[in-house]
């Protein structure tokens, strides 16, 4: 069966300091792979997605960057945090299927900026 | 634009007390309709997908059905850990594999 990863499961980081959060998947190859951003009482933001290893496409211009090295691992980044980067980080996997079909998001990471 | 909205945004039910969330829908030629459990501070847990007018999922207390315009998740005599926030998703128009997510409905079953 397929497993998402996502670590660290929270983070306070100072305005200003750099950003890694890492999400792994097992049990599937090649999936689209998404990054989501989920502020408190807001709808799920879809930032980045990727359909293959390199290829990333960035949904809401900003100071975060996602990289896929490995066809599994998916990396959401910053160089300098913003107070507005505060939030619940989502990732999440699909199988490649045309038109769309059903994610599955991993257990999150609860970022707060201070 | 796709559009996808949920109402009401928030519900509370006392135990036993059935009703009904709403997920309604503008996209051109919907591709499926995906429901969502998430539960406070966890990721979202995936319950159904619906492709077609009339079709209907069930899993224990919930059944979710599907019209041209909108969705429903009907729960059946809730109990307290039915309390979740529950989203509803269509695949955005953009062809790239993308959802788009309503805001989600906040359900409070008390005992």
């Known amino acids: 069966s397929q497993t998402i990863h996502q670590w660290p499961a929270t983070l306070v980081q100072p305005v200003g300091s750099p950003l890694s959060l890492e999400c792994t998947v097992e049990?599937?190859?090649?999936?689209?792979l998404y990054w989501y951003r989920q502020a408190a009482g807001r709808g799920l933001q879809l930032l980045f997605y990727s359909v293959g290893i390199g290829q990333i496409s960035s949904e809401v211009p900003q100071n975060l960057s996602a990289s896929r090295p490995q066809d599994r691992q998916f990396i959401l980044s910053s160089k300098k945090l913003l107070l507005s980067d505060s939030g619940f980080y989502l990732c999440?996997?699909?199988?490649?299927?045309?038109?769309?079909?059903?994610?599955?998001f991993g257990p999150g990471t609860r970022l707060t900026v201070l | 634009e796709d559009q996808v909205t949920q109402s009401p945004e928030a519900l509370r039910l006392q135990e036993g007390e059935s009703s009904s969330l709403n997920c309604s829908y503008t996209?051109?030629?919907?591709?499926?309709l995906f429901w969502y459990r998430q539960d406070p501070g966890k990721g979202p847990e995936f319950l159904f997908t619906?492709?077609?007018a009339g079709e209907e999922k069930e899993k224990e207390r919930l059944k979710a059905t599907l019209t041209k315009k909108e969705s429903f998740l009907h729960i059946t005599a809730p109990k307290p850990e039915d309390s979740a926030t529950y989203l509803c998703a269509v695949p955005s128009n953009s062809g790239y594999s993308t959802l788009t997510f309503g805001k989600g409905t906040m359900l409070l079953v008390s005992p």
């Open positions: 619906l492709y077609s």
């Open positions: 996209v051109s030629g919907l591709r499926g």
């Open positions: 999440a996997w699909g199988a490649v299927l045309a038109g769309g079909g059903e994610q599955f």
């Open positions: 049990g599937t190859s090649n999936p689209n």
